[in-house]
């Protein structure tokens, strides 16, 4: 993971303890957005935007149809509800699962604390908690669209806002019991490196 890059804002819609299987039913998928003002996250956009770019000249080349070809912009808008102020967003995430040749593989991010303490998941991560993102932009072309997708690899916290868990509600009781989710207890951490995968730095 020494190879990510990495990127800090505030986190929307997090979740990365246990993946989300709306769309994704048989493993689903860990994905958390990330907030930067529209001045903050322009070195970020123009460099992803730029990642686009290439592809499409690529693909503009090797097409029977260049005319036909778009981009898809590599962020977009978010409107706080509460404050009415507006943020640029980018979106990551990770698959939790799939198959290729050698049977079924499972993945899920490493989340850590400011201190690089892995973090169990007993303490959810609330909408605007201040974040890094460690991620590996890879661009794509899909039915006639290029775009970049943001690859997550690990999250750390630097400010948490508490989510509010609606298991507060309610006291423990004897009954029914689910089967226990694995929390992530890994320890290897792309945030104590600088390395990058190209001479822009962080953003």
């Not at 997550?152 to 509600?169: G, H, I, N, R, T």
């Amino acid at each position: 993971m020494s190879k990510a890059m990495k990127v800090e804002g505030l986190s929307m819609y997090c979740k990365v303890f246990e993946p989300d299987k709306k769309f994704e039913k048989k493993y689903g998928k860990y994905s958390i957005d990330l907030l930067k003002t529209e001045e903050d996250a322009q070195k970020l956009s123009e460099y992803l935007q730029g990642l686009i770019d290439e592809r499409l000249a690529e693909e503009v080349k090797a097409s029977k149809k260049p005319e036909s070809l778009s981009t898809r912009p590599p962020c977009d808008v978010h409107t706080d509800k509460k404050t009415g102020l507006e943020y640029t967003r980018f979106k990551f995430n990770m698959n939790a699962g799939g198959t290729n040749a050698n049977g079924e593989w499972h993945q899920k991010p490493a989340v850590f604390d400011a201190k690089l303490n892995v973090m169990s998941g007993e303490n959810l991560i609330g909408n605007m908690s201040k974040v890094k993102v460690a991620f590996v932009p890879t661009t794509y072309m899909m039915n006639g669209v290029v775009g970049v997708s943001l690859k997550m690899e690990a999250v750390q916290v630097l400010k948490l806002e508490s989510y509010k868990d609606p298991k507060s509600l309610f006291d423990e009781e004897e009954g029914y019991t689910e089967t226990a989710i694995e929390k992530d207890t890994r320890k290897e951490t792309p945030f104590d490196s600088d390395e990058t995968v190209n001479a822009e730095g962080d953003f």
